[in-house]
């Protein structure tokens, strides 16, 4: 029988320690989460909750292990109720609990909940237990899907709002006219050929080059016409009169330019 106490307090000992690191952690967090949510960040309450998290992981494994005595069956019975206040149980509690009163008893020696809450639960545990798993998962597939839908049809109904906006605009260019252009710069498509002018013979069937014509030394003023031989006062850059041949080679030059 003392054996069996020594480790029903000593299990009670670590228990205990453990529920006190549980409730220094929530504490701490409580305390984050009241003066320091300015400046808390994401990862700080992540580090916290992974905290609390780990703690009651411990204190779930202790309880369910082998060794550990099984509390549901061991009854806590108040040895004194008084009115008065405790002020070692005000100790104890943290200041939360002044005196252990015949009121208080029903709520901190509850080993069950309260006749509504127990009731609610008895419901629920009865509907879960009738319920067929392959229909609560058609039910949850059909929740998501319909989720999805009402995503999907919300998306299409903008779309389909935008492209008519889109469509309504004025248009201000048009697709063949700008086909066309392109191709009358590249390939010269729809330009109309330069028709050549006849070039009016000189006297002694001498060639004139027509007037604008590129390479021609521009346009030929009135009576300027081919040198003659046979004129006086006309002379070479040596002073003598240039021969016909020659002056019919340069009308001929001028008139294509790009004939040799």
Do not use: C
């Not at 989720?147 to 389909?160: C, G, L, N, Q, Y």
């Not at 013979?201 to 346009?219: C, F, N, W, Y």
Request: proline share 8%; aromatic share 4%.
């Amino acid at each position: 029988m003392q054996r069996e106490e020594r480790q029903l307090d000593a299990a009670l000992e670590a228990i205990i320690m453990r529920v006190n690191d549980l409730k220094n952690s929530i504490g701490s967090m409580l305390v984050k989460l009241e003066h320091e949510y300015e400046t808390l960040n994401w990862p700080t309450f992540l580090d916290n909750f992974a905290l609390m998290s780990g703690h009651l992981t411990t204190l779930s494994k202790m309880l369910s292990h082998d060794k550990s005595p099984t509390l549901r069956n061991l009854t806590v019975l108040p040895l004194l109720l008084s009115p008065d206040r405790d002020e070692e149980l005000l100790r104890l509690s943290e200041g939360r609990v002044p005196a252990f009163s015949h009121d208080l008893v029903p709520d901190y020696l509850r080993t069950k909940p309260e006749p509504d809450v127990e009731r609610q639960m008895i419901q629920m545990e009865h509907k879960a237990a009738n319920l067929a798993y392959e229909s609560a998962q058609v039910t949850a597939y059909t929740k998501v899907v319909n989720h999805v839908w009402d995503i999907v049809s919300k998306a299409r109904e903008e779309w389909e709002t935008e492209s008519g906006s889109r469509s309504g605009a004025t248009q201000t260019s048009s697709v063949a006219d700008t086909h066309a252009l392109v191709a009358a710069v590249g390939m010269g498509k729809g330009l109309k050929p330069m028709v050549q002018q006849p070039v009016p013979s000189g006297p002694q069937g001498m060639m004139v080059a027509p007037v604008g014509r590129p390479g021609a030394g521009g346009p030929q003023q009135p009576g300027s016409g081919p040198m003659n031989p046979n004129q006086p006062g006309q002379m070479g850059p040596m002073g003598k009169a240039p021969s016909a041949i020659k002056t019919n080679i340069k009308a001929a030059s001028q008139i294509h330019p790009y004939g040799r």
